[in-house]
């Protein structure tokens, strides 16, 4: 995982508009949800670091997330998004995938 | 290994939620046993793969975690001298939405097979997790179906049963083992699950210093209370 760069982001978060992807969501300790699937229309990356992202999906749908610190793009059709604290626990997380995540 | 020894070799089962109970819990005398020649079975609900911890500074994500900590846990058994190990392959914080009856089919029959003299698990109450609960139940369930001829005991926190009857037992129901000989290979366990560890200033201090942390007993309530023990320093 690295450091969060807009635009890279931003580019990643483009080759999923217009497509199907799964979602793996979380606010750890509190809710997480795997593998919904939707079709993505369009993808927002705001802030200067922590970052906030939004996808809307489905014509009607809106998933906002933020304090997104760092991602990894893996190689597998995956981009995943995390945010951590200064001790390196996990506080959220945004992945999306062309295929679904192992269950 | 010949038949009188394989008569005489006593056998542990231990049932728990995620990587690093063992360790963290009753690291110490899951290596006492070992080190005295007990065959331990570890048994593991879930591979921790929800966990918040992800290294410090983070080189975990969501996707990456179970396989790490699977690979943390099998180094942690190598310090402890843990030889068998398996995996009940559910998501961690799941455990609880697991059919129990199920769940304690499965448990019943690596009783069954692993025959042991000693099973630990969770208290299904005083666990302290919902995973933790959850395992703790369906093994007491499973040790109960199963008709073991073994003793079912309950893992505790720190030195918490020192004063049992908060949790409803009495002084006579608590096994208190030493574990001061296996501190030095509970640190390493403690060690080996890294990511969990890592961001614990304490764990990484010299071993002196470090050792310092930890208590000279673990506790262990019974779990078949109805059987008088005999010595309440030993499991077997």
Redesign the interface.
């Known amino acids: ?1 690295i450091p969060i760069m807009k635009p890279q982001v931003e580019a990643e978060l483009r080759s999923f508009v217009g497509a199907e992807a799964y979602i ?1 969501s ?1 606010a ?2 509190f809710v ?1 949800v795997r593998n919904f699937k939707v079709n993505v229309t369009h993808a927002y990356v705001a802030g200067d670091g922590p970052f906030r992202v939004a996808l809307r999906f489905d014509g009607h749908g809106w998933l906002r997330m933020e304090a997104l610190t ?1 991602y ?1 793009a ?1 190689g597998k059709g ?1 981009l ?1 998004l ?1 945010g ?1 604290d200064d ?4 506080n959220v ?1 945004l ?1 999306l995938g062309k295929e679904s ?3 | 290994m010949n038949k009188a020894d394989e008569a005489t070799q006593r056998k542990l089962l231990a049932v728990f939620a995620h990587p690093d109970d063992e360790s963290f819990i009753c690291g110490g005398t899951l290596a006492k046993y070992a080190s005295e020649g007990v065959e331990i079975t570890l048994v593991s609900a879930t591979k921790g793969d929800m966990g918040r911890r992800m290294g410090n500074p983070p080189y975990l994500n969501r996707e990456t975690m179970a396989a790490a900590r699977e690979l943390e846990l099998r180094n942690a058994c190598e310090c402890l001298g843990i030889r068998h190990l398996q995996f009940l392959g559910i998501r961690d914080k799941t455990v609880e939405f697991i059919d129990v009856d199920h769940l304690a089919d499965r448990i019943a029959v690596l009783i069954r097979e692993t025959n042991p003299d000693a099973v630990l698990t969770f208290h299904e109450t005083w666990g302290g997790h919902p995973d933790h609960c959850a395992i703790g139940k369906a093994t007491t369930t499973a040790f109960q179906r199963a008709g073991s001829k073994g003793n079912l005991y309950f893992i505790s926190f720190g030195s918490e049963m020192e004063r049992p009857e908060r949790f409803g037992y009495t002084r006579k129901e608590v096994m208190k083992i030493d574990v001061q000989a296996h501190l030095e290979a509970k640190l390493a366990a403690f060690r080996a699950h890294r990511c969990q560890s890592e961001m614990d200033e304490w764990v990484w201090m010299a071993d002196r210093e470090a050792l310092k942390r930890f208590g000279r007993y673990e506790y262990f309530m019974k779990g078949n209370r109805e059987t008088p023990s005999r010595v309440l320093h030993d499991l077997f």
């Open positions: 995982m793996h979380e750890t300790s997480f760092h990894e893996d995956r995943l995390a951590y001790r390196g626990r996990m997380a992945h995540f192992p269950e």
